[in-house]
Nanobody
Framework: QVQLVESGGGLVQAGGSLRLSCAASGRTFSTYTMGWFRQAPGKEREFVAAVSASGGSTYYADSVKGRFTISRDNAKNTVYLQMNSLKPEDTAIYYC?????????????????WGQGTQVTVSS
């Protein structure tokens, strides 16, 4: 069982930056691929980024590639999402998820554990 708690969301102007954190409970954090997903009002949840269990491999959605960076600190049971050059279309609730899946997995249904989400709003 893994429990996930996101933090770091907020309101930012277009072009600004935010760093999201996701703290995990349990001793098995380092065995899970960690992903970030987001859901905007009226839209389906979409994949943002993933990092392998070791942190050595990452995978990004085309829409965030070059702007967002996912990383993890297994000693702190935490995964991060650094978001730069934010755009209004990045506005969404951001969720972190854990799963024993390949890093290049964008399907939300394959992740086993989810946090409650943190709101990110980017104003123009």
């Amino acid at each position: 069982q893994v429990q996930l708690v996101e933090s770091g969301g907020g309101l930012v102007q277009a072009g600004g930056s935010l760093r999201l954190s996701c703290a995990a409970s349990g001793r098995t954090f380092s065995t899970y691929t960690m992903g970030w997903f987001r859901q905007a009002p009226g839209k389906e949840r979409e994949f943002v980024a993933a990092v392998s269990a070791s942190g050595g491999s990452t995978y990004y959605a085309d829409s965030v590639k070059g702007r967002f960076t996912i990383s993890r600190d297994n000693a702190k049971n935490t995964v991060y999402l650094q978001m730069n050059s934010l755009k209004p279309e990045d506005t969404a609730i951001y969720y972190c998820a854990a799963g024993r899946v390949a890093t290049q997995t964008s399907r939300s249904g394959l992740y086993s554990y989810w946090g409650q989400g943190t709101q990110v709003t980017v104003s123009s």
